[in-house]
């Protein structure tokens, strides 16, 4: 997982993604779900979160996450500035803005 600062919005606008809105466990989530270069990977936003990032989730199966989220910020012609998070629940987060993540 990571978190970018840049907008859903202006991410999906980019990779002229739909945005859909549904519903988890922790409330409403608009989210856009794509395949890159064998990457799976979606693009959320948490109604209510405490931080205000664009999430970024990469499948499990996805063999380096390290390249796959790579992959992703040369698609959006964006580099790793504009990461505000990177990690896992198991692994920890290493946060980049001074936020609380």
């Not at 919005?9 to 794509?34: I, N, P, T």
């Amino acid at each position: 997982m990571a978190g970018l600062k840049p907008p859903l919005e202006a991410l999906s606008a980019r990779l002229r993604l739909a945005v859909e809105r549904g519903w988890e466990d922790l409330g409403r989530v608009d989210v856009a779900m794509f395949r890159i270069e064998q990457a799976d990977l979606v693009l959320g936003r948490l109604e209510g979160a405490v931080v205000p990032h664009t999430f970024v989730w990469v499948s499990r199966s996805a063999d380096d996450v390290d390249a796959a989220l790579d992959i992703l910020l040369s698609a959006l012609g964006i580099d790793r500035k504009a990461l505000a998070f990177r990690g896992s629940v198991e692994m920890g987060f290493e946060v980049f803005d001074g936020s609380s993540g």
